[in-house]
């Protein structure tokens, strides 16, 4: 059988990947996700095994240690990583894994599984990506301001993605990311 496609999905916290993903699975039944570890608590409605794999600190370093994630980072103050295993099957099962990962996993995705596509969405301004985080309205004020800074850090790698994309239009960010992946 045909090996699947690993495709990366990196951009700051409140630029809308999580929206973008879910668009884009419910339009292309060929793409797949992969359910992240993490060790930060579950937000309210989110749910074990759908939403991440909630985890505590010490089983998320047995998984390091065991070598079970395919790649992993703190951010803001929590672990998170992606689980090899799961990854791996869909792979070899000619699925088209998408993780939607911060920029530590993605340069990891990068040294470790070169072919995978790695794609950068931008907020249009950081005005915007602020409204959008407090708008979701599920962050304290530190945490907050944490993401903002952290944001600006990976925007300023953006240039090092195969792909960037703006997402101020969500349909025409969809269009986008479709082409990048499909080649239409
Ligand atoms: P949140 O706490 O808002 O769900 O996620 C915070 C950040 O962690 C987001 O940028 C998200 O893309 C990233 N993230 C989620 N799962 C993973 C993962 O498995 N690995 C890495 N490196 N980042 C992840």
């Known amino acids: 059988m045909k090996l699947g496609k690993l495709i990366v999905l990196t951009g700051p916290s409140g630029v809308g990947k999580g929206t973008l993903l879910r668009s884009l699975l419910q339009r292309h ?3 797949d996700i992969s359910v992240s570890v993490t060790t930060r608590s579950p937000r309210p ?3 074990n095994g759908k939403d991440y794999y909630f985890v505590s600190r010490e089983q998320f370093a047995e998984m390091v240690q065991a070598d079970a994630l395919l790649e992993w980072a703190e951010y803001a103050g929590n672990c998170y990583g992606t689980p090899r295993q799961q990854v791996n099957e869909k792979i070899h099962q000619g699925k088209w894994v998408i993780l939607e990962i911060e920029l530590e996993g993605a340069r990891q995705i990068h040294k470790t599984f070169p072919s995978a596509l790695r794609i950068f969405i931008l907020p249009p301004d950081m005005d915007e990506l602020e409204n959008r985080i407090r708008g979701r ?3 304290e004020e530190t945490a907050i ?3 903002l800074n952290h944001a600006q850090t990976e925007i300023a790698a ?5 792909i960037k994309i703006i997402n101020d239009d969500l349909e025409i960010a969809l269009t986008h990311i479709e082409t990048a992946i499909f080649n239409i």
């Open 137 to 139: 309205g599920h962050d």
């Open 45 to 47: 409605g989110e749910i």
């Open 29 to 31: 039944v060929e793409l």
């Open 158 to 162: 953006a240039d090092e993605f195969d």
């Open 145 to 147: 301001a944490r993401r």
